[in-house]
């Protein structure tokens, strides 16, 4: 009986380059910019052989996030609009948002926790948790699940 993979979410500057190239000979596959393997390979400066024994085992973040539900938690200031602001860029995005649970505010601050579905964003969540984090009013935001 085989072992039960294990995931793990680790920046994309730890990862040896293989990695990063095989992603991006998916990317050029599920584009339509590459027409085949061998042409994605090429493009993304990887083997052939490489790209076939890592090409299961090498996903970007977003995209093992589409189509799912995730959890943003974001540290607002606690001053009007903020919330709203930060709940346009969600519905901008094309994030369904389905549960909004926001703290009582303690020292100017209040934690809010956002359940969205994804699989309509037009934003990678790495892009969608970028342009939150800008926004005004926002000390931090990050993903807590998904």
């Keep these: 009986m085989g072992l ?3 995931y793990y979410i680790v920046d994309a500057e730890a990862l ?3 990695f990063l190239k095989v992603a ?3 990317r050029l596959l599920e584009s339509g910019e590459a027409g085949a393997v061998n042409e994605a390979a090429r493009s993304a400066g990887i083997s052939r052989s ?3 024994k890592y090409k299961d085992m090498v996903r970007p973040f977003n995209d093992m996030l589409h189509g799912r539900i995730v ?3 974001a540290l607002l200031k606690d001053e009007p609009g903020i919330l709203s602001a930060v709940l346009n860029i969600f519905a901008q995005s094309g994030g369904n948002i389905l549960t909004i649970n926001q703290g009582i505010p303690i020292s100017g601050c ?4 956002i359940g969205a579905e994804t699989s309509a964003m037009v934003l990678s969540v790495e892009e ?3 342009k939150v ?3 005004e009013g926002v000390i931090r935001c990050e993903i807590l699940a998904g």
Excluded: C, D, H, R
């Design 4 to 6: 039960k993979p294990k």
């Design 16 to 18: 040896p380059p293989v």
């Design 24 to 26: 991006e000979a998916k």
């Design 50 to 52: 490489a790209f076939y």
């Design 71 to 73: 959890t943003v938690q």
């Design 110 to 113: 209040a934690v809010v926790n």
């Design 128 to 130: 969608l948790i970028a």
């Design 133 to 135: 984090g800008a926004q």
